[in-house]
Every structure is written in structure tokens, then in C-alpha cells.
């Protein structure tokens, strides 16, 4: 499996050309290679579909998560790529999957977790499946969102003439779940160790994401965004998305991706560059994408209104393809398309 990476391996499950004949048939708007597809419900209507894993070992260890919030994080990845597509998170399916030695107490707290989540963002749990398995446990959330016909925000929209935005910090995620392994203690006693309270706000990005509908509805609604990815496996890796599927180049300015006071903190305790966690770390469920340039102002405003940040980072650019970082001191390197990847990593 090491010589085939994830993104290759999902290309060649994709089925072909037959598979996208059917989807067309079907009413699939937009299939397999956004954050989620989108299909016709009814003439004003479409549905997203999205699902999302979380399995043991790989998305978390009993060092690194409580129950609840191995829970509350398969629910909100997967609302966040319903977020990513500018939609309405509206209904649920939930498969579990535990060693037969699974305490009922663990499966409990975990669905509270995944409760919780569902309820903040009025996701409505309407069935599932369960199964006993060999190893760890393995959580798969399915979302079904509702956005309106030709409003889905897709990561093909870049176009020159736009800016670059993302919706807040990045890296917490990365430095949080850093921080807990090199601690390696399990979840129950996290609250007998004062030292775990040196960084919440990093702790609290790993276990407890938020993601970002309020601020893609608000997208979607503006009628200003173009193109819109969630940022799972890092900036870098995600910027790389937009830039390939809507073949332009994109420039990150370094001193204006925002950085948090507590990632800026622990980066340099740990004799590290914040922007590594920012750029290659992931799991921050923020948002990022391009808007036209006339209309920043304005997007930010609104942004402003909803009592919401939106940090302009960047801007497409028509003279290379893929991401390149602009340095403090002007000068431009090419980002790699590094990022989690999950048969590579
Ligand atoms: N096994 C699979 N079979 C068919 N389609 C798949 C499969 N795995 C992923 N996809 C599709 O590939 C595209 C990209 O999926 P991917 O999981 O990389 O996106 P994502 O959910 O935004 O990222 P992440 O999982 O890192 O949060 C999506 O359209 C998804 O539906
Ligand atoms: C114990 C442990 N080790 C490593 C990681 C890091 N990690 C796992 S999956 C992923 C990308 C997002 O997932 P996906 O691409 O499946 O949506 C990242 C950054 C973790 N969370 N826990
Ligand atoms: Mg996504
Ligand atoms: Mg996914
Ligand atoms: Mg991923």
C-alpha cells in the first residue's frame, strides 16, 4: 500500500467514465473529488452528501481524546465538508464499529459527544448501523446538507482576480494533538495534571473542532465566494485543491495567515516554526477559498456584521500552478503538496 498514496488511490476507485455516466443519469451535480457531491432533490433544492471516518490508532488513542469528544469530532468533520460546500447540515447516519469488549459506559459517553455536536449544528441523527469488529473502534458519520441549485461552493471556482481568505487559526489542531502524545496520558487523569493546562485553547482545537457553517452559509449567501475547500490535512495541502481543480496558481502571504497566541507559544518552547503546524498539520476544520478582489471588502464586512473573523492570506495568481508562500521578505517558495496523507504518512 506505501507505493499508492491517498489522493492516487481515491482517482482510481473513482469507477471511470461509466460510473460518471451513471451519476450524471442519477442527478449527481458533482461527484466524487470535492468535499462532498451534490445531487438534485427538486427544482429549487439540492442535496450535499458527505461521510467521514475516525478510526482508532489513526484519528485518536485513549492519550490523545476522551470518549465524548472522539464523538463530537466524527460528527463535526463531517459537518465541516457540508460547511466546505456552502450548505445546511440537515440529517445523519452514524455507523459504529468496537471490539466486543467495548464498556457500554465508552459507547454512551461517545454518543453524548456526537449528540452534542448535532444538536449545535441542528443536525438531526437519523439512524445508523453497529457492528463488532476486530481492533479498534471505527466511527462513520454521514451527512446529508441543502444548499440551492448552482450555489454549492466548489473547490473549481478559483479564478485570477481573486483573493485568498481562510475563516481563522490554523496549526492549534497539529500542536494540541503534539502536545498530548508527548505527555501520553490517558484521557481520565488529563484532570489530575496541571501541566494539561498550559495550552486549552490547543487542546480544545484537536478535541473539539468547530465547523465553520455559520461562515459558509454566509459565503453562500453573499453570492461572493468562488471557490471553498475545509481545512482537514493542512493549508498547504488544501490550497494545493483549490489551485489544482481550478487550474491557477495561488500565493499565501506568510505575515498575514493568522496565528494563534497559544500556537505562537508552544511552536517556540518546542524550538519549532509556527507555520509547519499551520501549513502541513491539519484538522482545523476552518475554511478556505477565493472571492473576487472588488468585493473583499465588503465579504469582510458582512463577516464583521455576523460577529465572525475572515483574514484575507492571499490571492490567485496566473503565472504558476500549485501554492507558493511569500516570505517576510519578499521573496516566493513553492509549498509542496504535503499534508496528512493517510497511506504516505
Ligand atoms: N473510497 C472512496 N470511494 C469513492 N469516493 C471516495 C472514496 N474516498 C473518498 N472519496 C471521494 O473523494 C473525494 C475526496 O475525499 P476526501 O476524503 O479526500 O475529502 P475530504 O473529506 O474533504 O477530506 P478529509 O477526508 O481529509 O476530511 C470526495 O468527493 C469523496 O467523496
Ligand atoms: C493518534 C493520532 N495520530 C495522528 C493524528 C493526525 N491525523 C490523523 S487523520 C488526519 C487528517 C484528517 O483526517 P481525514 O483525512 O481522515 O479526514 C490527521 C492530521 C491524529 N488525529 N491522532
Ligand atoms: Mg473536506
Ligand atoms: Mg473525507
Ligand atoms: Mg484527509
Known amino acids: 500500500m506505501s507505493s499508492v498514496d491517498e489522493f492516487t488511490l481515491i482517482d482510481l476507485l473513482n469507477g471511470g467514465q461509466q460510473t460518471i455516466a451513471f451519476q450524471r443519469a442519477g442527478g449527481v451535480e458533482t461527484g466524487i473529488g470535492d468535499d462532498a457531491a451534490v445531487v438534485r432533490a427538486s427544482s429549487d433544492s439540492r442535496w450535499i452528501l458527505t461521510c467521514d471516518t475516525m478510526t482508532e490508532d489513526i484519528h485518536f488513542k485513549r492519550v490523545t481524546m476522551r470518549d465524548a469528544d472522539i464523538g463530537y469530532k466524527a460528527m463535526a468533520s463531517a459537518v465541516s465538508d457540508i460547511a466546505a460546500m456552502g450548505g445546511t447540515p440537515r440529517y445523519a447516519l452514524v455507523a459504529l464499529s468496537m471490539p466486543k469488549s467495548t464498556p457500554v459506559e465508552q459507547v454512551r459517553a461517545m454518543y453524548d459527544g456526537l449528540y452534542e455536536c448535532a444538536n449545535r449544528y441542528r443536525v438531526v441523527v437519523a439512524g445508523g448501523d453497529t457492528t463488532s469488529c476486530i481492533g479498534g473502534v471505527t466511527l462513520t458519520v454521514t451527512v446529508i446538507g441543502e444548499t440551492e441549485p448552482d450555489r454549492a461552493l466548489l473547490r473549481s471556482a478559483a479564478r485570477l482576480g481573486d483573493v485568498v481568505f481562510i475563516t481563522g487559526f490554523t496549526g492549534d489542531s497539529a500542536a494540541g494533538l503534539e502536545w498530548l502524545l508527548g505527555k501520553n496520558k490517558p484521557s481520565e487523569e488529563w484532570d489530575d495534571d496541571p501541566e494539561l493546562k498550559q495550552y486549552p485553547g490547543l487542546i480544545q482545537a484537536h478535541c473539539r473542532p468547530e465547523p465553520q457553517i455559520q461562515a459558509g452559509e454566509l ?102 500552478s500549485g501554492v507558493r508562500l511569500v516570505r517576510s521578505d519578499g521573496g516566493a517558495v513553492s509549498l509542496a503538496k504535503r499534508g496528512y496523507n493517510h497511506f504516505t504518512g
Open 219 to 320: 459565503l453562500r449567501r453573499s453570492g461572493f465566494c468562488h471557490a471553498l475547500n475545509d481545512v482537514s490535512d493542512g493549508i498547504a495541502s488544501e490550497a494545493w485543491e483549490i489551485a489544482a481543480a481550478s487550474n491557477i496558481g495561488i500565493d499565501l502571504i506568510e505575515d498575514r495567515i493568522p496565528v494563534s497566541g497559544e500556537l505562537l507559544e508552544y511552536a517556540s518552547k518546542q524550538g519549532k516554526d509556527p507555520l509547519d503546524y499551520m501549513l502541513y498539520g491539519g484538522e482545523d476544520y476552518q475554511l478556505i477559498g477565493t472571492a473576487p478582489a472588488e468585493h473583499a471588502v465588503e465579504l469582510q464586512m458582512k463577516f464583521k456584521e455576523a460577529g465572525l473573523p475572515l483574514y484575507l492570506i492571499g490571492y490567485v495568481h496566473g503565472e504558476h
